[in-house]
């Protein structure tokens, strides 16, 4: 069992920056895929980004190109997300993800096995 938590959430002005984190506990995260979604009220969980074990390989939602990164650290166990650049509809609350199938970056909810309880961002305009 995995259990996932983020931080670094927080209220920011449009065209500021905040950088997620996950900190994992009971597995270590070198042996997991890993995931950022976010879901707005009233939306559904929606794909941010993604990482394989080795960082080889990431994706990214068009939405979110070119001013977000994933990036891990797996000798902290952690997996960060550097949101730049943000705006108003990038407010939702941000949850990390891993997946077993550490080989891939999938969009899927459903391909994800463990989830953590998420983080808040706000962004002002």
């Known amino acids: 069992q995995v259990q996932l938590v983020e931080s670094g959430g927080g209220l920011v002005q449009a065209g500021g920056s905040l950088r997620l984190s996950c900190v994992a506990s009971?597995?270590?995260?070198?042996?997991?895929?890993m995931g950022w979604f976010r879901q707005a009220p009233g939306k559904e969980r929606e794909f941010v980004a993604a990482?394989?074990?080795?960082?080889?390989?990431?994706r990214y939602a068009d939405s979110v190109k070119g001013r977000f990164t994933i990036s891990r650290d797996d000798a902290k166990n952690t997996v960060y997300l550097q949101m730049n650049s943000l705006k108003p509809e990038d407010t939702a609350v941000y949850h990390c993800?891993?997946?077993?199938?550490?080989?891939?970056?999938?969009?899927?909810?459903?391909?994800?096995?463990?989830w953590g309880q998420g983080t808040q961002v706000t962004v002002s305009s």
């Open positions: 993800a891993a997946d077993r199938r550490y080989y891939r970056t999938t969009e899927a909810r459903g391909d994800y096995d463990y």
């Open positions: 990482i394989t074990w080795n960082s080889f390989s990431t």
């Open positions: 009971g597995h270590t995260l070198s042996n997991y895929a």
